[in-house]
């Protein structure tokens, strides 16, 4: 008999670094049953955080899925929990846990509130449509503001924020919340105890603020429910606390309001209350409805309801690997029932797969599991080619699910082994990490016959390497960062490619006229119009012209950089009854590539990050006057309420690295700074010119001699 899915939270914990999501899932493990310790980040001993870079580091790197039961209002609910990194280099792994996630607990410094990768996963969050709470942390630190992050949330989310309960005390005097649904107080101890609070009486001095913020929260709970809104107005107080609940619940379903909580999750204090918060107003499977895709081969839009009854349908969101079981795919299962050691069907190769053996996975545990159903996380093994983001689905009843779009690598390093012995292991463990990320890429500098390896900033690479080294055994050398420019073309022009080619016998020819140019605003890649009337150029051979410009956007022609994005219409052309040929045709467009981009002012474009440094106001004419010398464009400057000076800045990658150690001696050490790819924009003329003079690379004009 199949599970009754409103009892399953598939939920993740996002953040920004050092908001304390990884302490508040190593407690919601300990206070679900989970575990029998609980595990500390600043001991290296959590859980959750279990490659060895994360426990060394204290910040966690890579997304770790586990299951736990809470029991609240009498029925017993499964949790499957992600907790993802916050550090601005991972934040490929919050989006793909993001895409299969139901709900999301949104947690935030009650000192720090509303910090840049706090932003940063909330839209994520928003793109996916995943409903939030937001959980208050650290109430126990020097600073702490309930209130004041419930208002900054509001002010740079521009979300609802909707208090569900008012902290007793804060900072060394935090020592419980009131519940203002039920109006009652609960007190904490900071012991390791299951039950380590007690219910008691509001405390004097807070009853006229419990009164004015159940009264909001009321007013927003009406606001949520039209019914609840008719039986608000005749009387307000008639309202149970089930109705304001369950209007609560529909309003962050529907992505209206944010219900906001408090915790110290360190001292053990508000975690018990964040769970049935997580049970009471995150959505289940069935709230969420059917997932949407479509049929491969008709292309119509269909639907698959979150049932076990439906055919068989999930979705790939991240390739690890494992040293014990191999390569482990995780998968989100949105309908239907799949045995272990059963065939699925993979849309993207359009063959079948077999999983060997499926998982419930537990941190970088595994627990063998026979059977998945709709609505559950798991892993699986004895698949031969799966990729993030593939769909997988019963073959007689094939869907394509919205798959995953990833940020392009920023900056790359050439790598070489240190030994000769080194070279095929280095090239099995890149292709391996690769598979697992998709915002590190591998490839060969044709120039030089370097390996460049590429990623998402320093601290990416960093970890990359350190694993190539404890994990593959592989010791590398090392070059300097470089940063992955694009190119692109600013003007229009027109262009004639003829390619004949006669060797004796059958020869090669092709005859097109093209018209290149920026592509429309929001287009990346090629965008490609084909203009050609009666038949000058056979249908079967556009797509060749097409495939010929997509492949030499590879190299363009300034400095053999990544053309970011053109558009190219294809007016006219001619062929040879008998020379011309689908590689004519694509040769041919390579060429006009080559010899029209030159006329259409190239131009070179650098990764521009967003920079944000928090400083003490003594240093920040230093730090202001480095970020000027550094290219860098003040975008705002404002305050924190400690005094502390905000910093927002647009600075080029290039200008960036070892910055955290210049910002560092600028500050005595007292700024923090925290960094994220934001756009690219023209390289100055005169850096352009020397960056291409640097680069020696050239291209090569031919008319197909």
């Not at 839009?301 to 076990?308: C, L, T, V």
């Not at 063959?351 to 998945?372: A, C, D, G, T, W």
Request: charged letters at 25%; hydrophobic letters at 35%; a negative charge.
């Amino acid at each position: 008999m199949a599970r009754d899915l409103q009892y399953t939270r598939n939920i993740g914990i996002m953040a920004h670094i050092d908001a304390g999501k990884t302490t508040t899932s190593e407690r919601i493990l300990y206070y679900t049953g989970k575990t029998h310790k609980i595990g500390e980040v600043h001991e290296g001993a959590a859980t959750m955080d279990w490659m060895a870079q994360e426990q060394e580091r204290g910040i966690t790197i890579t997304s770790a899925a586990t299951t736990a039961f809470w029991h609240y209002g009498g029925k017993v609910y499964q949790i499957n929990l992600i907790d993802t990194p916050g550090h601005v280099d991972f934040t490929v792994e919050v989006e793909r846990s993001l895409r299969v996630l139901d709900g999301t607990v949104a947690t935030f410094c009650a000192v720090g509130r509303v910090q840049p990768q706090s932003e940063t996963v909330w839209r994520q969050a928003d793109k996916y449509n995943v409903p939030k709470i937001a959980y208050i942390n650290k109430m126990d630190r020097v600073g702490a503001d309930f209130l004041a992050c419930v208002e900054d949330i509001h002010n740079k989310l521009g979300a609802t924020a909707v208090p569900v309960c008012l902290p007793i005390g804060s900072e060394d005097t935090f020592e419980g919340l009131v519940d203002l649904i039920s109006r009652k107080a609960i007190y904490y101890n900071s012991s390791e105890e299951l039950v380590n609070f007690k219910y008691g009486e509001i405390p004097e001095d807070m009853l006229g603020e419990v009164a004015v913020w159940r009264d909001k929260l009321v007013d927003a709970a009406a606001e949520c429910d039209d019914d609840l809104m008719e039986k608000y107005f005749e009387n307000p107080e008639s309202l149970t606390e089930e109705e304001i609940i369950a209007a609560l619940r529909k309003g962050t379903i529907g992505m209206k309001i944010v219900p906001a909580c408090c915790g110290s999750s360190f001292k053990n204090k508000g975690v018990q209350f964040l769970l049935d918060c997580v049970m009471r107003y995150l959505p289940s499977p069935l709230d969420k409805g059917a997932v949407k895709g479509t049929n491969p081969r008709s292309g119509q839009e269909i639907e698959r309801q979150p049932s076990a009854d439906e055919p068989f349908c999930g979705l790939v969101f991240k390739i690890a690997t494992d040293p014990f079981v191999g390569r482990l795919a995780f998968m989100r299962v949105y309908s239907g029932h799949l045995d272990s050691g059963s065939y699925v069907f993979n849309v993207r190769s359009g063959r079948k797969e077999r999983l060997s053996r499926l998982y419930q996975m537990h941190s970088n545990h595994q627990n063998p599991i026979e059977f998945v159903e709709a609505g559950d996380i798991c892993a699986a093994v004895g698949f031969k080619d799966l990729r993030t983001g593939d769909t997988i689905c019963s073959e007689g009843h094939q869907i394509t699910l919205e798959s995953m779009e990833f940020p392009d690598p920023v900056i790359g390093i050439a790598v070489e082994p240190k030994t000769q012995q080194d070279l095929d292991k280095l090239g099995i463990a890149l292709g391996k990490l690769a598979e697992e990320d998709p915002t590190f890429s591998v490839k060969a500098d044709q120039e030089t016959g370097q390996t460049i390896i590429s990623g998402m900033g320093e601290l990416h690479l960093d970890i990359i390497i350190d694993r190539l080294r404890r994990e593959f055994g592989v010791e590398i050398n090392q070059g300097a960062p470089h940063v992955n420019y694009k190119e692109a073309i600013t003007g229009t022009c027109q262009h004639r490619e003829v390619f004949r080619k006669q060797t004796g016998g059958r020869g090669k020819f092709a005859d097109i006229i093209v018209e290149i140019g920026p592509a429309d605003e929001g287009v990346s890649g090629l965008q490609f119009e084909n203009e050609v009337k009666g038949g000058n150029i056979p249908k079967e051979f556009i797509p060749c012209v097409q495939k010929g410009f997509e492949m030499a956007m590879a190299n363009g022609v300034l400095a053999g950089y990544e053309m970011q994005s053109m558009k190219v219409r294809l007016l006219d052309g001619s062929f040879h009854p008998v020379d011309s040929d689908a590689l004519s045709f694509e040769l041919a467009a390579r060429m006009a590539f080559r010899n029209a981009c030159p006329k259409a002012n190239p131009v070179l474009l650098e990764p521009i990050m967003s920079l944000e440094v928090v400083t003490p106001e003594e240093y920040m004419g230093d730090i202001v006057g480095d970020l000027n010398r550094r290219r860098g464009q003040i975008a705002n400057m404002d305050s924190t309420s400690t005094g502390a000076r905000i910093i927002k800045a647009f600075v080029p990658l290039a200008e960036q690295f070892g910055y955290v150690t210049v910002l560092r001696t600028l500050s005595s050490g007292r700024a923090t700074s925290t960094m994220s790819f934001d756009h690219y924009a023209e390289v100055p003329p005169t850096l352009a010119k020397s960056i291409v003079e640097r680069s020696g690379y050239r291209f090569i004009e031919n008319n197909g001699d």
